[in-house]
């Protein structure tokens, strides 16, 4: 059984930030490509940053480039999501997220293609 421990999340005002990060275990993080999901209240599951662990290439949203920021700390098996310039859409559950590679990309075609999933934080900016 494998776990991904988030943390962070919390409450932000507009134009505010936060910051949240992932551990998972050392074999899970090596082989994966690791990122954050997110679900808004009645909208579906969508990608919101990856990396592929190692090489450090990285994909975001289009709705939070510019603002957001995903990095590793690979010796401590950690992945982060800085997120600046925050707004009420953002406000979702995140869940960080492991995912297949393949050579030297990243399988995140959609949910059904995640390994698997931490247990979700809320985000909210109001």
């Known amino acids: 059984h494998v776990q991904l421990v988030e943390s962070g999340g919390g409450s932000a005002q507009p134009g505010g930030s936060l910051g949240l990060s992932c551990v998972a275990p050392?074999?899970?993080?090596?082989?994966?490509?690791m990122g954050w999901f997110r679900q808004a209240r009645g909208k579906e599951r969508e990608a919101v940053a990856v990396i592929y662990t190692g090489g450090g290439s990285t994909w975001y949203n289009k709705a939070v480039k510019g603002r957001f920021t995903i990095s590793q700390e690979y010796a401590k098996n950690t992945v982060s999501l800085q997120m600046n310039a925050l707004n009420a859409e953002d406000t979702a559950v995140y869940y960080c997220?492991?995912?297949?590679?393949?050579?030297?990309?990243?399988?995140?075609?959609?949910?059904?293609?995640?390994?698997?999933w931490g247990p979700g934080t809320q985000v909210t900016v109001s």
């Open positions: 050392a074999d899970t993080y090596s082989t994966s490509c």
């Open positions: 997220v492991a995912a297949p590679k393949r050579g030297d990309q990243c399988v995140v075609a959609g949910p059904n293609r995640v390994k698997y």
